[in-house]
């Protein structure tokens, strides 16, 4: 049984940092790259980063420069470090674990970041 567990999101004010995890069990973790999204109130799912299975990174605009996105593999854990955190990065962040070549994607449940003063 696949299952993406992420933790530590809240709520922090604007200019704070938060550093989510997600542990992910029931796959080849290694194989796997892994995304980071957000769905803001009343919008849609949004990628927000991504890492590969070499470690290779990519941002979404935005948050360049304020997030890392990591793994680390003996854990099965991806983690995205936010850090200057704006009241517009509100949302529910989902990990996500995806393996294009078989077409598998799994997603966690999802976690709640709230930025507000």
């Known amino acids: 049984q696949v299952q993406l567990v992420e933790s530590g999101g809240g709520l922090v004010q604007p200019g704070g940092s938060l550093r989510l995890s997600c542990t992910i069990s029931g796959i080849s973790f290694h194989v796997y790259q892994l995304e980071w999204y957000r769905q803001p109130p009343g919008n849609q799912r949004e990628l927000v980063a991504t890492?590969?299975?070499?470690?290779?990174?990519t941002y979404e605009n935005s948050v360049k420069g304020r997030f890392t996105i990591s793994r680390d593999d003996a854990m099965k854990s991806v983690y995205l470090q936010m850090n200057n955190l704006k009241p517009e990065d509100t949302g529910v962040y989902f990990c996500?674990?995806?393996?294009?070549?078989?077409?598998?994607?799994?997603w966690g449940q999802g976690i709640q970041v709230t930025v507000s003063s």
């Open positions: 996500k674990a995806t393996w294009p070549e078989v077409k598998n994607d799994y």
């Open positions: 890492i590969s299975r070499s470690s290779t990174t």
